[in-house]
């Protein structure tokens, strides 16, 4: 016999993904600031390392307000909004999945609209 998990095993774990995703991100513009450069200028100049940090961690968009990438208010707010937009998704794909949730499958969908709408959005225009 299986032993289930409780819901908010899942929804920690899948926050625990968005945690990990926007601290990569942060390492990763961290190491090339300090150690690399010509990557962080590659990135700072093309469209697609801005669409894909966007579609990965889009609680980054509260950043554009700090030019200068200091604040660590910001960051934070940055980081634990990934998280939490994370374990708000993965819960509802688990419980689209798992359980047959019409509503949690409705408001999945609804929230992936909109976050690629936001992403094209900034995009184009």
């Known amino acids: 016999m299986v032993a289930r998990r409780p819901l ?7 926050a625990s993904v968005g945690a990990a995703v926007a601290a990569a991100w942060m390492v990763f513009w961290r ?4 150690f690399l450069p010509s990557v962080e200028k590659w990135c700072t ?3 697609p390392c801005d669409t894909l940090q966007l579609l990965v961690w889009p609680s980054s968009f509260v950043l554009l307000a700090d030019a200068h990438d200091k604040n660590i ?3 934070s707010i940055a980081f634990l909004g ?11 794909a688990w419980l689209t999945v798992k359980r047959q949730a019409v509503p949690a499958a ?5 929230i992936l609209i909109v976050w690629v709408g936001l992403v094209w959005r900034y ?3």
Do not use: I, K, R
């Open 45 to 47: 100049l093309t469209v």
């Open 123 to 125: 995009l184009l225009g």
């Open 8 to 14: 908010l095993v899942h929804a920690l774990t899948y």
């Open 73 to 75: 208010e910001l960051q």
């Open 106 to 110: 409705m408001l999945l969908a609804g």
């Open 31 to 34: 190491v090339a600031e300090a």
């Open 82 to 92: 990934n998280a939490l937009l994370y374990g708000l998704v993965g819960t509802l």
